[in-house]
């Protein structure tokens, strides 16, 4: 999950300088739907932020295989591409159609409850350490610790989704299947290897999330400064926003990849034997197999998946946001 902490920080961003925040189309005046009505239970919370998530992992998940492809450091000569299309066409005349989708229903499967839980877990703990940091107010500090925290957990629950899902896309699997690539990762590779990759996650995320929330915060400041509900301004700036996050993480991402598909030729070619863990050690293996262009591979895969992913996950959720506080306002007695 990469948008999920940015759009659950939205949800008590404070309103950016200018004009104050207006009534969107179907609202009261003076009423603001950037933050939910406080009568909304915690499983419409969930319910929103798991439709986003399952719709921002497999909208695009064809070029989300493409790019764990071109992050492989080693790759085999059927498997090199030169860009996206090339990759996508070629998986499709040599592997058949369905192939790019190998490995959808783990992700749909991981993406529901892990979104689920970090919408959960935020909200609730946003609500309670705002009460106790700044009693009726706002607090920047509560919201941050909500974050944090939601992330962790999920994390926890997408990360051995991410190993299965990453290993069914490599060229090659030795993985007939979701249930059997499991088995064989916990007898041959213990439960641990469902987890390599968790710690690189989570420093990865809170970069992305950062350069995420402030990118796509500046942008509304200029799209949609009254911030009313404006879809073409959720999806704009939620595309540039995500583009340039997922850029500036690649690096650490092509290191997760290489925790979670533990690429053998590439291992291999440096006489590691048995696994490889750890972040640094990652570092140090990709840097010495690809130098400082081998932190990059597969850039151009990551930003295209990710630019339309986090634009539809924004619109749903600002979407959610809206509906929800409209149809919260309809039922209020007339005073």
């Excluded at 993406?111 to 946003?126: D, I, Q, R, S």
């Excluded at 999920?154 to 899902?165: G, I, L, R, W, Y």
């Excluded at 053998?264 to 070619?269: D, K, V």
């Excluded at 640094?280 to 293996?285: D, G, H, Q």
Aim: charged share 15%.
């Amino acid at each position: 999950m990469e948008l999920s902490c940015a759009m659950g920080g939205s949800t008590a961003a404070p309103p950016g300088p200018g004009p104050p925040a207006a009534a969107g189309p179907g609202l009261m005046e003076g009423e603001d739907y950037e933050s939910l009505p406080s009568g909304v239970a915690l499983g419409t919370h969930m319910v929103a932020g798991a439709v986003a998530g399952i719709l921002e992992h497999t909208v695009m998940y064809p070029v989300d295989s493409v790019k764990t492809r071109m992050q492989s450091l080693q790759p085999d000569p059927k498997a090199q591409y030169r860009g996206v299309y090339e990759a996508l066409k070629k998986m499709v005349l040599t592997e058949g159609l369905w192939r790019p989708l190998r490995g959808i229903n783990v992700t749909m499967m991981g993406a529901g409850p892990a979104h689920a839980l970090y919408f959960a877990c935020y909200e609730k703990m946003k609500k309670s350490l705002s009460e106790i940091f700044q009693s009726g107010g706002n607090s920047h500090l509560a919201n941050g610790i909500a974050g944090s925290v939601a992330t962790l957990l999920h994390d926890a629950v997408m990360n051995p989704a991410e190993v299965v899902k990453q290993r069914l896309q490599m060229f090659n699997s030795p993985y007939t299947s979701v249930l059997s690539c499991v088995r064989t990762v916990r007898r041959t590779e213990g439960l641990a290897a469902f987890y390599r990759s968790y710690t690189t996650q989570l420093t990865m995320n809170v970069p992305f999330q950062a350069i995420h929330f402030i990118t796509y915060e500046l942008l509304q400041e200029h799209l949609n400064p009254r911030r009313r509900y404006n879809p073409g301004s959720h999806i704009v700036a939620g595309a540039v926003a995500g583009a340039v996050a997922a850029a500036a993480t690649t690096p650490l991402d092509v290191c997760k990849t290489l925790l979670n598909t533990q690429e053998n030729t590439a291992l291999s070619s440096l006489n590691i034997r048995g696994h490889l863990s750890g972040m640094a050690n990652a570092i140090s293996t990709v840097y010495q197999l690809g130098g400082i262009p081998g932190f990059f591979k597969g850039v151009q895969a990551r930003v295209i998946y990710q630019m339309p992913s986090t634009a539809i996950a924004w619109s749903v959720y600002e979407f959610f946001k809206y509906f929800l506080t409209k149809q919260a306002l309809e039922k209020k007695p007339s005073a």
